[in-house]
């Protein structure tokens, strides 16, 4: 595979050409914000957290293959700014109760509202009626928190690679709904995943609350992200010591 280069920050990158520019950035130890993607899966862009400014122009990291001399911002001034306000919305539209959600400590959207520093939110909160399904026997379905990434329609299939969720209805009245038949089915092991994937605490297992305590948990011990960054700085320390 041909091997291409790249500025991103004025720092000098390799890549594997065609690679998606969160993928490329993080093996060159560099971290992107991103939300609605994940490692591995195909990127659908719907957040736009991944926002970065190629050659001037704005994209988003997640849905653009690098390119051989592609000069890319992501960390000004500017670029924060737009990721901070992309989050501040998110918390504002729904209804986002951090310190009662069994996610808490587990949720990306939490963890980018610690990393881009978010006191409170410059929108004025929407405080939206919505409702919370419990009709499935595994799954609790919580449309207050989801901020429609469709990481579980993407992710969540059974063995015909059919999704358990789908998008219903248009604009801002789009939500996620799960298949009733296949929900009363579903394996608790699917469901477990379902809730891991899901980047809020929109889909909860039932009876499973608190396993890891509160202060113990992914983002409590490490800032989002800075598995990515940590990853470097040990190549730069052996480097270094060599
Ligand atoms: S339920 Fe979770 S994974 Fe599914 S679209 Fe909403 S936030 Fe994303
Ligand atoms: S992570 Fe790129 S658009 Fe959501």
């Given at each position: 595979m041909e091997k291409i280069k790249f500025q991103l920050d004025d720092k000098d990158c390799v890549a594997v050409e065609g690679q998606m520019l969160v993928d490329a950035a993080r093996d060159n130890g560099i971290y992107i914000p991103t939300l609605c993607n994940m490692h591995g899966v195909k990127p659908c862009g719907s957040c736009r957290v991944c926002t970065v400014k190629i050659n001037g122009r704005y994209a988003t990291a997640c849905t653009t293959p690098v390119a051989c001399g592609m000069d890319i911002e992501s960390e000004t001034e500017e670029i924060k700014e737009i990721r901070s306000a992309l989050i501040e919305l998110?918390?504002?539209?729904?209804?986002?109760?951090?310190?009662?959600?069994?996610?808490?400590?587990?949720?990306?959207l939490q963890a980018m509202g610690y990393k881009f520093g978010m006191m409170v939110p410059r929108f004025p909160y929407q405080f939206p009626n919505r409702e919370v399904n419990t009709d499935c026997p595994h799954l609790i379905i919580d449309y207050n928190r989801c901020i429609r990434c469709k990481r579980c329609i993407r992710t969540i299939k059974d063995d015909q690679n059919k999704s358990y969720f789908a998008f219903v209805n248009r604009g801002d009245k789009i939500?996620?709904?799960?298949?009733?038949?296949?929900?009363?089915?579903?394996?608790?092991?699917?469901?477990?995943?379902a809730m891991e994937n899901c980047?809020?605490?929109?889909?909860?297992?039932?009876?499973?609350?608190?396993?890891?305590?509160?202060?113990?948990?992914?983002?409590d011990l490490k800032p989002i992200g800075s598995d990515i960054e940590d990853k470097v700085n040990v190549?730069?320390?052996?480097?270094?010591?060599?």
């Amino acid at each position: 595979m041909e091997k291409i280069k790249f500025q991103l920050d004025d720092k000098d990158c390799v890549a594997v050409e065609g690679q998606m520019l969160v993928d490329a950035a993080r093996d060159n130890g560099i971290y992107i914000p991103t939300l609605c993607n994940m490692h591995g899966v195909k990127p659908c862009g719907s957040c736009r957290v991944c926002t970065v400014k190629i050659n001037g122009r704005y994209a988003t990291a997640c849905t653009t293959p690098v390119a051989c001399g592609m000069d890319i911002e992501s960390e000004t001034e500017e670029i924060k700014e737009i990721r901070s306000a992309l989050i501040e919305l998110m918390f504002a539209e729904g209804n986002h109760y951090c310190p009662t959600c069994e996610m808490s400590g587990n949720c990306d959207l939490q963890a980018m509202g610690y990393k881009f520093g978010m006191m409170v939110p410059r929108f004025p909160y929407q405080f939206p009626n919505r409702e919370v399904n419990t009709d499935c026997p595994h799954l609790i379905i919580d449309y207050n928190r989801c901020i429609r990434c469709k990481r579980c329609i993407r992710t969540i299939k059974d063995d015909q690679n059919k999704s358990y969720f789908a998008f219903v209805n248009r604009g801002d009245k789009i939500e996620v709904s799960i298949d009733k038949d296949m929900a009363a089915t579903m394996p608790k092991e699917l469901a477990e995943l379902a809730m891991e994937n899901c980047p809020v605490g929109a889909i909860l297992v039932k009876e499973i609350g608190f396993k890891v305590p509160i202060g113990k948990r992914k983002y409590d011990l490490k800032p989002i992200g800075s598995d990515i960054e940590d990853k470097v700085n040990v190549i730069m320390e052996e480097v270094t010591n060599e």
